[in-house]
């Protein structure tokens, strides 16, 4: 079992839908979560960040952690064709290391 | 204000040929990150360098597999004879800090090509 699972998707939605993407995570050890965006032919980059449980909020996206499910959720409101990306949920294992769930293919159709 | 740089872009090697694929971190980072994204996967870890000390390799496939940053700047991964289960991008990764949970600012990866 690996130690974040993420649904591959694909996952294609129209414009302006509100868009759900959730990871599992196994080691309850594991405190930060971050949500990376990979565009086609390029290298991750962290979306957001959250600590432990709780919800956290920047513009459009919406990070969710609940600790006691082990479950992660990023949501996109208003979703735009620029949104189309492949979406790594990812946490820290030990002090540096990232462990990346497998991804998931968004398409945004206009 | 460049971001980390990783040469070449793409590489195709012959099944048993060396490559090397080179890392250039953001001025002044301490800390270098390799990855290994198979096709359809998330990144998976293979090694990490503080300055020029190379503090863990367990991601590493195998003793084919060679990483080293020797004046705690530019980094080279080398994969020796290669295989086809070798062909993936490789992404390199650096950040700031020494303690603490640091951002990692990604390279935009080598796409190795083994046939």
């Known amino acids: 079992q690996k130690e974040v699972e993420q649904d591959p998707g694909p996952l294609s939605v129209p414009e302006g839908a509100i868009v759900s993407l959730n990871c599992t995570y196994s080691?309850?050890?594991?405190?930060?979560f971050m949500w990376y965006r990979q565009y086609s032919r390029k290298g991750p980059e962290l979306l957001m960040y959250?600590?432990?449980?709780g919800n956290k909020e920047d513009g459009r996206f919406t990070a969710q952690v609940d600790k006691s499910s082990k479950y992660i959720s990023l949501f996109i409101r208003d979703s735009q064709p620029s949104d189309s990306a492949t979406y790594l949920c990812?946490?820290?294992?030990?002090?540096?290391?990232?462990?990346f769930g497998q991804g998931t293919r968004l398409t945004i159709n206009p | 204000g460049a971001g980390v740089s990783q040469s070449p872009r793409y590489k195709v090697a012959k099944r048993g040929q060396d490559v090397a694929l080179r890392c250039d971190p953001i001025?002044?980072?301490?800390?270098l990150f390799w990855y290994q994204q198979a096709l359809g996967q998330g990144p998976e870890f293979l090694t990490y360098?503080?300055?020029?000390?190379?503090?863990?390799k367990s991601g590493l496939p195998s003793d084919r597999f060679f990483a080293e940053r020797p004046e705690g700047s530019v980094s080279t991964l080398k994969i020796q004879r290669t295989q086809q289960e070798d062909s993936a991008v490789y992404l390199c990764?650096?950040?700031?800090?020494?303690?603490?949970?640091?951002?990692?600012?990604f390279g935009p990866g080598t796409r190795l090509t083994v046939l």
């Open positions: 360098f503080q300055n020029e000390a190379q503090l863990d």
């Open positions: 080691n309850s050890a594991f405190q930060y």
């Open positions: 001025s002044g980072h301490v800390s």
């Open positions: 990812a946490t820290y294992q030990g002090a540096q290391k990232l462990v």
């Open positions: 959250t600590y432990s449980s």
């Open positions: 990764a650096s950040s700031g800090g020494l303690a603490g949970l640091n951002e990692q600012f």
